[in-house]
Structures are given as structure tokens and as C-alpha cells.
Nanobody
Framework: QGQLVESGGDLVQPGGSLRLSCTAS????????IGWFRQAPGKEREGVSC????????NYAGSVKGRFTISRDNAKNTVYLQMDSLKPEDTAVYYC??????????????????????WGQGTQVTVSS
């Protein structure tokens, strides 16, 4: 059974940066679109960013556009989320999720969690002074 593992979460000051990693074991990420989601205390989970299989289609939530960058390295079986200019409101548990196998190479979605049947356990990001 394959799994996704997130890493890189930490406590960081406002204005700082973090890079989250989502690494797959037991399956090859080449065949999957990947989404990053987050859930803050007392709030619903929301989509942050996603990247298609081909890497040519990328979407960002409006709240992170211009500050976060998603990328994938299929050779390392890993998707990254570079987070810059972090704000206290970015504090949340961050999850990565994989789409169904062999999804359309140029598609990823942020507003439909059911598009992503496989989820990691999450990594905590805390932005505070």
C-alpha cells in the first residue's frame, strides 16, 4: 500500500520561509496530480495549491498567490511547496494529496477534495513571533 508523507513543517516567524515536501512511497508520483491543502484550528480544510501530472498546470489559492510556489521532482518522487513571506494566518496543518491514477496530465483542481483519494498525515506549520 502506497503512502504520502509530508515533512518540513516548523515554527517560523512572520515574514519567514519554509519548504514543505510530499514524498510518495510504494507508488510513482508521475501518474498523479498533487494538491496541497491546509486546515487551521476551528476552520474547514482549504485548497492551497496543486500541480498537474505534467507540471504545466498549477493553481494557487488567492490567499497564497505570489508567496507560495509548488513544484515537483519526479526523479525524487517528491512534490514541494515553497512558502515565503509567511503570515500568522498561514498557521495550519498542511496536507498533500494525490489524485486518482492516470488523471488528465494537464489538470489539477483545488475546489474538489474528492479529486484526491489519497492523503498524507499532515505537517504542522506555525507562524508566530
Amino acid at each position: 500500500q502506497g503512502q504520502l508523507v509530508e515533512s518540513g513543517g516548523d515554527l517560523v516567524q512572520p515574514g519567514g520561509s519554509l519548504r514543505l515536501s510530499c514524498t510518495a512511497s510504494g507508488f510513482t508520483l508521475d501518474y498523479y496530480a498533487i494538491g496541497w491543502f491546509r486546515q487551521a484550528p476551528g476552520k474547514e480544510r482549504e485548497g492551497v495549491s496543486c500541480i498537474s501530472r505534467s507540471g504545466n498546470r498549477i493553481n494557487y489559492a488567492g490567499s497564497v498567490k505570489g508567496r507560495f510556489t509548488i513544484s515537483r521532482d519526479n526523479a525524487k518522487n517528491t512534490v514541494y511547496l515553497q512558502m515565503d513571506s509567511l503570515k500568522p494566518e498561514d498557521t495550519a496543518v498542511y496536507y498533500c494529496a494525490a489524485s486518482g491514477f492516470g488523471t488528465t496530465p494537464t489538470l489539477c483542481v483545488l475546489d474538489r477534495e474528492t479529486y484526491y483519494p489519497s492523503w498524507g498525515q499532515g505537517t504542522q506549520v506555525t507562524v508566530s513571533s
